[in-house]
């Protein structure tokens, strides 16, 4: 059974900071990883995706890796600013078994000004 | 820019009241989803399609219907509210399975009185 785990569930970090935010997965039976941000009351914004048979992915200040061999991604936020703050997210997209993405329950991070 | 739309950003409904929630994509997706969201529970898979008038059941099915009589349009029918649906409710689109992003709409949140 797929299962995905986030830590920390929480982080406060001064702006400025750089971050790395991880998630781990139980099953490497999958077509991609994403990571999503989520301000509060609001949906989801797809971040990055990475697919299996690659290993990193950036976006601006963003940079997510991909490590399915030991069922690791990590998140990699440079020089965070209070715009940051929101609730991140990972899923899996299943290859195997019944198809469905597999979501994390996410790191809520906070970038003080 | 890819849109998913929900119909609703704030619905109050009584208990037994049939609900309806919509949800329409431009990105000719095959696969759409319907999740519910509560605080400590994450993301929870109630339905999905992968064609029009084709559905498979998620995790939490039960008390829910789903329609998809069009490509672009699946929706959500609560057939007779309860408190305990009382919830964020977020619908996402995605191409075939592997193929790429997941899409959310900015979600609608459900309270049933």
């Known amino acids: 059974k797929q299962e995905v785990t986030q830590i920390p569930a929480a982080l406060s970090v001064p702006e400025g900071e750089n971050l790395v935010l991880n998630c781990s997965f139980t099953?490497?039976?999958?077509?991609?990883l994403q990571w999503f941000r989520q301000d509060p009351g609001k949906g989801l914004t797809s971040l990055l995706l990475?697919?299996?048979?690659?290993r990193e992915q950036t976006s601006g200040r963003l940079n997510a890796s991909l490590d399915k061999s030991s069922g690791r991604s990590t998140l990699y936020i440079a020089a965070s600013q209070p715009g940051d703050s929101a609730t991140y997210l990972c899923?899996?997209?299943?290859?195997?078994?019944?198809?469905?993405?597999?979501f994390g329950t996410g790191t809520r991070l906070k970038v003080l000004a | 820019d890819v849109k998913v739309t929900q119909s609703s950003r704030y619905l109050v409904k009584r208990t037994g009241e049939k609900v309806f929630l919509e949800c329409v994509q431009d990105?000719?997706?095959?696969?759409m989803f319907w999740y519910r969201q509560d605080p400590g529970l994450g993301l929870r898979l109630i339905y999905f399609?992968?064609?029009?008038?084709?559905?498979e059941k998620g995790d939490i099915p039960e008390g829910y219907s789903v329609s998809r009589e069009k490509k672009e349009r699946f929706s959500l029918i609560l057939e007779s509210a309860s408190t305990n649906q009382t919830s964020m409710y977020l619908c996402?689109?995605?191409?075939?399975?592997?193929?790429?992003?997941?899409?959310f709409g900015s979600g609608t949140q459900l309270s049933v009185l």
């Open positions: 996402a689109s995605s191409l075939p399975r592997g193929a790429g992003k997941l899409f």
């Open positions: 099953d490497s039976a999958i077509y991609n």
């Open positions: 990475i697919q299996s048979s690659q």
């Open positions: 899923a899996v997209e299943r290859s195997a078994g019944t198809y469905k993405y597999i």
């Open positions: 990105m000719d997706h095959e696969n």
């Open positions: 399609s992968y064609d029009v008038k084709m559905k």
